[in-house]
């Protein structure tokens, strides 16, 4: 049986074309970025030019965008800053933020640097904006706002726009970790006001240990890694350049294609939710699967059982790629913080199926059949 990948939010296999326009840059053109003989200068030309390439994508300016080695490292930049250049005493985030977010805030916290504050989470998953809209009107001092704009594991997606709304009204900061939705969504800084987002290559089949950082120009904010005076002096150290050059071509394929894509997948996504709601019993789906919700994600719950509670094992064995995220927690899995924050207290089983371009009806019939044998 060939292999089945259904993990694509965890990361997405490296387009060729992307490859292509990345393999000089590892060979012949391999001149580091700041010599400023010819072999260094068309290096630097070609980090230039992809900065071009993705600020215009995202209609931003070039000033405004900063490569980085991925989503984590961009969202600690992001904190950091908002911590201790920008002044912000008060951090508003959810408890179903990526680790990369909610470490960070909880870090802060503890060295009494900023005071957190979470989120209530409604029913179908989604932050509670009332309570947002509550908290900035209460707090006193300068707040952050760090909230993802689809979870990575549910695919619930946040109205972006009317938080970015609340935090003008507040003049509080906001973040907003986009690493599941750049290159699936457009997303236009010239009209969005938001002081940071983060996005990384690999979501999009773009190459891994690459992602950008961007920081309003409204900003003044210290060096994230000190040293060179690489990044603009934000950030030193000898940059990526065949990931940058990947990082921008991916970005432009992924927004060339994204509404045919999108429909594709999405078609894919809702066909596996109604063939498991016909063929396995009291199947369910976690967070707002169809409504506000990714499109690349299927996050599905399965009823507690000796054999599903081997489920992602067994899928394994049949070579079929998919990720767990249960609330409960048994052996070496410590479960889900994200369904543990939405259903507290759930013992049942669930398995995050998220889709590309390069998924098919046929491997979801045969997950399908697959599925109905293991739970």
């Known amino acids: 049986m060939e292999r089945i990948y259904f993990d694509n939010a965890a990361t997405t296999p490296l387009d060729p074309i992307v490859l292509e326009t990345m393999m000089p840059f590892f060979t012949e053109k391999f001149g580091n970025p700041s010599s400023i003989y010819s072999y260094g200068?068309?290096?630097?030309?070609?980090?230039?030019?992809?900065?071009k390439k993705v600020a215009g994508l995202l209609r931003a300016h070039p000033a405004e965008i900063f490569f980085t080695s991925g989503g984590t490292e961009s969202s600690n930049a992001a904190i950091r800053a908002a911590v201790q250049d920008l002044g912000c005493r008060n951090i508003i985030s959810s408890p179903l933020e990526h680790h990369a977010t909610l470490h960070t805030v909880s870090y802060y916290q503890e060295r009494g640097e900023a005071t957190l504050h979470?989120?209530?989470?409604?029913?179908d998953g989604h932050v509670d904006l009332d309570h947002l809209d509550n908290l900035l009107s209460g707090l006193g001092g300068k707040t952050l706002v760090s909230l993802m704009h689809a979870n990575n594991?549910?695919?619930?997606?946040?109205?972006?726009?009317?938080?970015?709304?609340?935090?003008?009204?507040?003049?509080?900061?906001?973040?907003?970790?986009?690493?599941?939705?750049?290159?699936?969504?457009?997303?236009?800084?010239?009209?969005?006001?938001?002081?940071?987002?983060?996005?990384?290559?690999?979501?999009?089949?773009?190459?891994?240990?690459?992602?950008?950082?961007?920081?309003?120009?409204?900003?003044?904010?210290?060096?994230?890694?000190?040293?060179?005076?690489?990044?603009?002096?934000?950030r030193a150290g000898t940059e990526n350049v065949y990931g940058i050059v990947g990082f921008a071509k991916a970005l432009e394929l992924a927004t060339r294609r994204m509404q045919e894509e999108s429909k594709y997948i999405n078609e894919l996504r809702l066909y596996m939710a109604e063939e498991l709601k016909k063929q396995i019993p009291d199947v369910m789906f976690n967070g707002d699967t169809f409504g506000q919700s990714l499109y690349t994600i299927?996050?599905?719950?399965?009823?507690?059982?000796?054999?599903?509670?081997?489920?992602?094992?067994?899928?394994?064995?049949?070579?079929?790629?998919?990720?767990?995220?249960?609330?409960?927690?048994?052996?070496?899995?410590?479960?889900?913080?994200?369904?543990?924050?939405?259903?507290?207290?759930?013992d049942r089983t669930t398995v995050r199926f998220s889709f590309s371009r390069n998924n098919t009806r046929k491997e979801v019939d045969e997950v399908v059949k697959k599925l109905k044998t293991l739970v």
Do not use: W
């Open 298 to 346: 299927l996050s599905v719950s399965f009823p507690k059982s000796e054999k599903s509670d081997m489920i992602l094992f067994n899928l394994d064995i049949n070579h079929i790629c998919a990720s767990g995220g249960s609330a409960c927690t048994s052996g070496a899995q410590q479960g889900s913080h994200v369904i543990r924050s939405i259903y507290p207290g759930s």
């Open 153 to 234: 594991e549910t695919g619930n997606l946040l109205d972006i726009y009317k938080v970015a709304e609340l935090c003008k009204k507040y003049n509080a900061v906001f973040h907003s970790d986009t690493v599941q939705t750049l290159g699936h969504y457009e997303i236009d800084l010239s009209s969005l006001p938001v002081h940071f987002i983060t996005g990384a290559a690999h979501k999009f089949h773009g190459p891994k240990g690459v992602g950008i950082l961007y920081i309003n120009e409204q900003l003044k904010v210290k060096p994230n890694i000190h040293g060179g005076s690489q990044e603009r002096n934000m």
């Open 118 to 123: 979470l989120l209530k989470i409604l029913p």
């Open 41 to 51: 200068r068309e290096s630097r030309m070609a980090i230039e030019q992809a900065r």
